[in-house]
């Protein structure tokens, strides 16, 4: 079985954002990168899905400047086989049509059993290059995962809806999964596996050979949202604030 | 300008969802068109047309089958715009149709400024502005982000058929665990978000929320660690709810956690991040750390 797990480096988002000169993206400079939070239990589905079935291969892409080697190092120390590192500088710049069919690209040129995707990304949010890459690919994808199991072939799968609710499909292989939150328990990578990750193969292929489509959507601006106000905003001693807040909830509302 | 909206059937019950898909439309100036796959037993109220497929036949998550009926409207209306709810439902089916229109999809709309779609970034830190580069897009719009108003009217139903089989099995739907906490009906809701850091942090947030006569709850990183039980989490994964008062501690306010909270009548936020997108729906905004100020706060209210 060959197993594809997509996945993409993000910013911390605690971070302090800032906006870049174009006025198009966030400013990538003094930023903390890791691993896009939804990919992290897609790879971790992979692992367990390779460790289940006898003779299966594991491979990790990911598209982006240099620095994106990082996250496929992180994911091969958690159990994938080989990496492929998409090089692109301007990837931030791409629409998620795009994004998904240099991925389709790459993954025509082998024939992949299974691929894992997150669900979204946490920068640009947009939920889109799973399905778009299933799509591209004609094969049937289930999005929104937070429960997996594989049988003969078959995979079970549960949807995350609204308000608690689940949905259970079944779905023959070849197929694709877009992961949510919560899906599993993401592993640590062990400092012996961290290790034996740097020997193993990491390609680099350029963008340029990859990407044959135009951009569908464009960005005009970025900036921060505008304070809507009337919020109040309290500073400085703890005792203080909590006094004042006290009395704010005594005039305020009707809880006190 | 012409929008086909997509509403969406659970359980067998039309989503109020699509009313705002209707409200959007109008903000659109633009005229509109339904699609459904539903049941002729409960439909929107509202004028206009409608395409029905018989949900009972397709089913409510069959993307394949839902897919082909909505290019076979597409080939009939040739709408400018296809509109769907920013949900499980329309970002499954959204970009399978764009795919196939060859349209541009926009995700998440939460504003129209001067014909740009305005969509969060970065867990709301940040708005981007952004046009289609296609004749035909695809949208989905944010849960919450377009008002609805009163829903009034008859719709006039055109019936759907297609032969289209999907490669996906619909097995049944499964509820989560349901607990003894129904934070729909609670007046006061403690809640806590990321910030808390440890599971044993979570006692700091019960012990305020039973000073105050209240529910504690989490946001959903705190569940999917497991350090609170699903059936408190708040957002749109979890519960909505519409306390009195909301007290969000260490909750950076990530859209969908807002969903679930956005109809709360007084908020107030505590977070370390004077910018933090809770702070846009807050009534007050407590730049602290909560494990300094919760236990401050509790101890105060005790001695009321």
Not at chain 1, 66 to 86: F, P, S, T
Not at chain 1, 138 to 145: D, E, F, H, M, N
Not at chain 2, 60 to 68: I, L, R, S, T, V
Not at chain 2, 260 to 281: C, F, Q
């Amino acid at each position: 079985m060959k197993i594809l797990v997509c996945i993409k480096q993000v910013p911390d988002m605690e971070s302090k954002f800032r906006i870049n000169g174009a006025g198009t993206w966030y400013d990538e400079s003094d930023l903390a990168w890791r691993i896009n939070e939804y990919d992290e239990y897609a790879v971790e589905q992979g692992v367990r899905l390779k460790e289940q079935v006898a003779d299966a291969e594991l491979v990790v892409l990911s598209i982006g400047p240099d620095r994106v080697k990082e996250v496929i190092k992180k994911a091969l120390a958690m159990g994938g086989d080989r990496g492929v590192h998409v090089k692109d500088d301007a990837a931030f710049a791409k629409d998620s049509f795009e994004i998904a069919s240099i991925v389709a690209e790459y993954a025509q040129k082998e024939s992949f059993d299974v691929i894992f995707t997150g669900m979204q990304s946490q920068d640009r949010a947009s939920a889109q290059v799973g399905v778009y890459l299933a799509e591209m690919l004609g094969l049937p994808s289930v999005s929104t995962i937070v429960d997996f199991s594989y049988a003969d072939g078959t995979v079970t799968a549960s949807r995350e809806l609204e308000g608690g609710l689940k949905a259970v499909v079944k779905v023959a292989t070849p197929a694709l999964f877009t992961c949510q939150l919560g899906l599993n328990t993401p592993r640590y990578p062990t400092l012996p596996n961290i290790m034996k990750a740097k020997k193993k193969e990491l390609l680099t292929v350029e963008v340029a050979e990859l990407l044959k489509v135009d951009e569908r959507v464009e960005t005009s601006r970025v900036y921060f949202p505008e304070r809507k106000g009337g919020g109040l905003v309290l500073e400085g001693d703890v005792g203080e604030m909590a006094d004042r807040l006290i009395a704010l909830l005594k005039e305020k509302t009707t809880v006190l | 300008m012409k929008t086909l909206l997509v509403g969406e059937y659970r359980k067998g019950q039309l989503r109020d969802s699509c009313y705002e898909l209707i409200a959007f439309a109008e903000k659109l100036g633009a005229d509109s068109t339904l699609f459904l796959v539903g049941s002729p037993t409960d439909l929107p109220r509202t004028d206009g047309t409608l395409y029905l497929a018989d949900v009972a036949k397709y089913g409510e998550f069959n993307p394949e089958a839902h897919k082909q009926l909505l290019l076979d409207v597409v080939a009939r209306e040739q709408p400018d715009a296809v509109v769907f709810s920013h949900s499980s439902y329309g970002w499954d089916l959204a970009p399978r149709l764009a795919l196939a229109l060859k349209a541009a999809q926009i995700s998440e709309v939460v504003d129209v400024v001067d014909g740009s779609f305005v969509v969060p970034s970065c867990n709301s830190k940040l708005r981007r502005e952004v046009k289609a580069k296609t004749a035909v897009s695809v949208i989905t719009v944010q849960v919450g982000a377009f008002n609805p108003g009163e829903p009034s009217g008859t719709p006039t139903v055109v019936a759907l058929d297609t032969d289209a089989v999907g490669s996906l099995e619909f097995v049944g739907y499964e509820t989560a665990e349901k607990g003894g906490v129904d934070l729909t009906k609670a007046e006061i809701i403690v809640s806590a978000g990321r910030g808390i850091g440890k599971k044993d942090n979570v006692e700091l947030i019960a012990r305020l929320a039973e000073a105050l006569g209240g529910e504690y709850a989490a946001s959903r990183p705190v569940v999917d660690a497991e350090w609170v039980e699903h059936n408190r989490q708040v957002g749109s994964t979890g519960q909505s709810v519409s306390p009195k008062l909301y007290l969000a501690c260490g909750i950076s306010g990530a859209v969908q956690h807002l969903a679930g909270m956005k109809r709360s009548e007084y908020v107030v936020a505590i977070n370390t991040d004077r910018d933090a997108p809770i702070g846009e729906v807050a009534d007050v905004l407590v730049v602290a750390d909560l494990l300094q100020f919760v236990p401050v706060l509790t101890e105060k209210i005790k001695a009321l």
